[in-house]
């Protein structure tokens, strides 16, 4: 018998069995657990929240401003944020302010205002 031929497919060729009768343990595939407490997760620590930061520039636009216009804006006032995505988070931040009352949303220009400052229904001075 000749030396064995490697397998094509094979990405790791097996080292031959030694010796068949000798009984192996299994390996457990679990992770053990580990003796500390519990991830608390603390309150945002500096800075204000981000509905904060959504009311202030509403509350500066004349006629309402689209979701894509707030995120900007809030970013350029100075909110600091390690999200990967921000657009939804203040999409959501939005939607709760829209719940509570505080915030509506102009379905023909898609625009979002404080309640109160509501955005010019007729389309009258815009661009």
Not at 91 to 103: A, D, M, Q, T
Request: proline share 6%; with cysteine; charged share 35%.
């Amino acid at each position: 018998m000749g030396p064995r031929k490697k397998r094509k497919n094979s990405a790791k060729a097996k080292p031959p069995k030694k010796d068949a009768a000798k009984p192996t343990a299994k390996k457990s595939t679990r992770k053990a657990k580990k003796d500390t407490a519990p991830v608390v997760r603390s309150s945002r620590p500096e800075g204000e929240d981000l509905a904060t930061y959504v009311t202030a520039v509403l509350s500066e636009a004349k006629t309402g401003l689209k979701l894509v216009d707030i995120v900007t804006k809030v970013i350029t006032k100075g909110y600091k944020t390690e999200s990967d995505n921000l657009s939804q988070a203040v999409y959501n931040c939005v939607s709760r302010l829209k719940k509570e009352g505080k915030v509506e949303k102009d379905e023909e220009s898609k625009k979002y205002s404080l309640v109160g400052t509501a955005t010019n229904p007729e389309g009258e001075g815009h661009e």
